[in-house]
């Protein structure tokens, strides 16, 4: 059974999460530890639980999603993987952080590109990769079939969806994505978005105000 840990970190409330199972074996997706008491948190748990983590995930790199990447890639010696799509956002972040205050940001070097349909896996758990640009123009979710779950990133919130007022987003792109993508999938599969809580398929396909089915 994969279990899911989440933490919410950094001034843009961010969601950074740990995946793990039976085996101690971890991915950690989007790490948006900045302050040291958030790298504390992160490492303390992964240390309590005795896990070990096995590679490095990127739903997509705006500043908020990988300002620990730098961090955990040092700590863990594990490899970096990102859509390719999403390099022109990475590199921007480098040079945006000092404008929000984050001058410490260093950036991780991309390892692995993702690209759909391909499969992650760690422990006994697989990933399936999906491409749902929009919000940003690589990003990317890991759907979990066995335990059904998506970590969806900036795409589909509980009630709302990704912004589209960033240089490289695009709404129509966004709305074709969430309909592809996402409400293709079976109702009962949770999601675990960027930010706040967590949400259901068919809850949004329900009542999600911004994309009907
Ligand atoms: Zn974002
Ligand atoms: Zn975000």
């Avoid at 990988?66 to 859509?83: E, M, P, Q």
């Avoid at 410490?104 to 993702?114: G, K, R, S, W």
């Avoid at 979710?141 to 969806?161: E, K, Q, T, Y």
Wanted: aromatic content about 12%.
């Amino acid at each position: 059974m994969t279990q899911i840990k989440s933490f919410v970190f950094n001034p843009f409330s961010e969601n950074t999460y740990v995946l793990y199972d039976e085996t101690g074996e971890a991915v950690i997706i989007d790490p948006g530890c900045y302050e040291q008491r958030e790298k504390d948190a992160l490492a303390g748990f992964i240390e309590q639980n005795n896990l070990k983590p096995v590679k490095l995930l990127n739903t997509h790199a705006h500043i908020d999603h990988v300002l620990g990447n730098a961090f955990v890639k040092r700590k863990y010696g594990i490899d970096l993987y990102l859509h390719e799509s999403d390099l022109p956002v990475l590199k921007a972040v480098a040079v945006l952080a000092p404008n929000y205050g984050m001058a410490a940001y260093e950036e991780a070097e991309v390892d692995h590109f993702l690209e759909a349909g391909q499969t992650i896996t760690f422990g006994n758990t697989e990933l399936e990769i999906r491409f749902v640009p929009g919000h940003a123009p690589g990003h990317l979710a890991f759907v979990n079939h066995a335990n059904r779950f998506v970590i969806g990133g900036d795409v589909l919130f509980r009630g709302s969806i990704g912004r589209t007022d960033f240089p490289l987003s695009d709404f129509e792109t966004l709305a074709r994505s969430i309909r592809t993508q996402f409400y293709t999938l079976p109702d009962d599969y949770t999601v675990y978005p960027g930010h706040m809580g967590t949400t259901t398929i068919g809850q949004e396909k329900k009542t999600n105000p911004f994309i009907r089915p």
